[in-house]
């Protein structure tokens, strides 16, 4: 069945178990799911990177979807030069490549400009045509391939809601799922790349959506919440010795949210790395973004929200707790 036509989709309303769900994504990933171009992981991993975005419904918009899922392809195709299907007779390319490559000529973008360097309106107009483009094919496609269990979709509307069975399963074993997502798609871009752009291919794909500069952050952190020491040991900060930190690693969340961030001081961002820190820091952050207005720049934000990414890393394997000495 084509279900990339169709115009909205709604989840099979019956108890899943975890083998159900287990198949549902085994077959989305698999070589018997039909993979024209390698959109359908691109957008898994986008819902993944937002899985913490969701508002009380577990919904999120296309937008959100659709900008998370330009940023992919942006350092994929831009960046990393690689093509996302097999060229076909005429050698031309997708409307995800051609939209990508128009918008670097349209604004005379530097070669391996990162997405994060672009500004604001560009993003914007950017992500406004991936989506134009994109939605009628992609939503459907993966809805299709996990067997109508995933989420339920609108396209004229524009927003997709996951199921809460699968929400909780994905969360459970988001890291399982990410790999074998990450491990699927680089199979499939080795066999429309060449060798020498393919290298790396897992790392690539995984570094797509991560920031090297976190600096916006960081005088948001300094002047709205009055961050003036490391939040982990308490030594004063200066400009040469303030960095800002995923509290819950971004290896996990692979989001940059502004309740998960806070400032530390090198000594403490160097030892933590990809750690946990131990409940009692978990306990400050909450309080933290209790005393500031938190939902000025976040507006999904919850509690509990903090809680549960911070108790779903544990259950991925983020295990080893730390504290600065």
């Known amino acids: 069945m084509n279900y990339s036509v169709y115009d909205k989709g709604q989840y099979r309303t019956t108890h899943l178990t975890e083998d159900t769900m287990w198949g549902a994504f085994s077959m989305a990933l698999s070589g018997r799911s039909r993979h024209v171009a390698s959109y359908k992981f691109g957008f898994l991993k986008s819902i993944l990177d937002n899985l913490y975005e969701v508002d009380e419904n577990l919904t999120l918009s296309f937008d959100q979807l659709f900008g998370k899922f330009a940023e992919i392809y942006w350092n994929l195709i831009l ?20 939209t990508l490559l128009e918008a ?9 400009t990162p997405y994060e360097s672009l500004t604001y309106q560009m993003a914007l107009d950017i992500n406004s045509k991936v989506k134009s483009r994109c939605k009628n094919n992609v939503v459907g496609a993966l809805f299709g391939d996990t067997q109508e269990l995933f989420y339920s979709f609108d396209k004229k509307s524009e927003w997709l809601r996951i199921n809460p069975q699968m929400y909780t399963f994905v969360c ?13 798609w680089a199979k499939y871009l080795e066999k429309v790349n060449s060798s020498r752009s393919s290298d790396h291919l897992l790392t690539k794909i995984d570094e797509s959506t991560l920031r090297s500069n976190l600096n916006r952050y960081r ?6 919440f009055e961050s003036h020491n490391c939040f982990y040991c308490g030594r004063k900060l200066n400009a040469q010795n303030t960095h800002v930190d995923h509290f819950v690693p971004w290896s996990f969340i692979k989001s940059d949210d502004i309740w998960n961030f ?32 938190i939902l000025r720049f976040a507006s999904n934000y919850s509690p509990k929200k903090l809680e549960d990414a911070y108790d779903w890393a ?6 080893t707790v730390w504290r600065p000495a």
């Open 79 to 98: 960046k990393y030069h690689l093509r996302q299907s097999p060229d076909n007779v005429e050698g031309n390319t997708t409307y995800l490549e051609q």
């Open 104 to 112: 670097k000529s349209k604004y005379m973008i530097p070669e391996d």
């Open 172 to 184: 459970k074993h988001k890291l399982v799922i990410e790999k074998l997502n990450y491990f699927e």
């Open 219 to 224: 005088k948001i952190l300094e002047d709205e």
């Open 262 to 293: 806070v400032l530390s001081c090198n000594t403490c961002n160097i030892k933590k790395n990809d750690k946990l820190a131990e409940r009692y820091y978990l306990k400050e952050l909450l309080n933290r973004n209790s005393k500031y207005d």
């Open 314 to 319: 544990k259950s991925n394997g983020y295990s």
